[in-house]
């Protein structure tokens, strides 16, 4: 059973600040990682993917990735109150499969 | 990426009654699936569909309930048949897009209240 875990916070942060929010996942042969956006009453958007260990920046978002520790973060610098949402963090195994596992998501608060 | 449609967005239904849910997608895909979400929760995974075969169930979800087509490449449906008011839920077509490295892109949704 692949699982991917999030904690559902929310997790509050004031405005400016750096949102950190984490991921881990069970299946040690993931290859694929992926965060994704979800406003309330929208689907889902992608934010940032992730392939290799180390960091990846995209703009005010870095993604962070540590197979061997199995997880995968990502911060949000300069948190703005758009930035409320919840971030869903996507797992797939790669190698030809397309099916990704997703965690339940973290609720994001951004406070002025 | 890849731009999905989905129709309708949003919904009514009657208790008993079945829907079936659009999904147009801008460029060829192998593989379309389709989702649901409930109110609060993560999204869970009922079926891939690959163009010319019989769309792949997950456990808990069977094709009398919610039948599916994938006529084409670019185009698949969803029907939620005899809906309850457990069935209201928001209902995700989403496809990887070529070239992508396995990402995931998703519709619109569809917002389904059953009544």
């Known amino acids: 059973q692949k699982e991917v875990e999030q904690n559902s916070g929310p997790l509050s942060v004031p405005e400016g600040a750096i949102a950190s929010l984490n991921c881990t996942y069970s299946?040690?042969?993931?290859?694929?990682f992926f965060w994704y956006r979800q406003y309330s009453g929208k689907s889902p958007e992608l934010i940032m993917s992730?392939?290799?260990?180390g960091d990846k920046e995209d703009g005010r978002f870095t993604a962070q990735l540590n197979k061997a520790s199995q997880y995968v973060s990502l911060l949000i610098r300069d948190s703005q109150p758009s930035d409320s949402a919840t971030y869903l963090c996507?797992?797939?195994?790669?190698?030809?499969?397309?099916?990704?596992?997703f965690g339940r998501g973290t609720s994001l608060i951004v406070h002025p | 990426s890849a731009v999905i449609s989905q129709k309708p967005s949003r919904d009514i239904c009657q208790r008993g009654t079945s829907l079936t849910i659009q999904c147009q997608v801008d460029?060829?895909?192998?593989?379309m699936f389709w989702y649901r979400q409930q109110p609060g929760q993560s999204l869970t995974l009922i079926a891939t569909?690959?163009?010319?075969?019989?769309?792949?169930?997950e456990s808990g979800f069977v094709i009398d309930k919610f039948p599916i087509s994938r006529p084409n490449l670019t185009f698949s449906t969803l029907t939620v048949s005899n809906m309850s008011p457990e069935d209201s839920s928001i209902y995700l077509c989403?496809?990887?897009?070529?070239?992508?490295?396995?990402?995931?892109?998703f519709g619109e949704g569809s917002w389904l209240t059953v009544v």
């Open positions: 460029s060829q895909v192998t593989m």
């Open positions: 996507a797992v797939n195994q790669g190698g030809g499969s397309y099916i990704p596992t």
């Open positions: 299946d040690r042969g993931s290859q694929s």
């Open positions: 992730i392939y290799s260990n």
């Open positions: 989403s496809v990887e897009a070529p070239n992508s490295g396995n990402t995931i892109y």
């Open positions: 569909a690959n163009q010319g075969s019989e769309a792949t169930y």
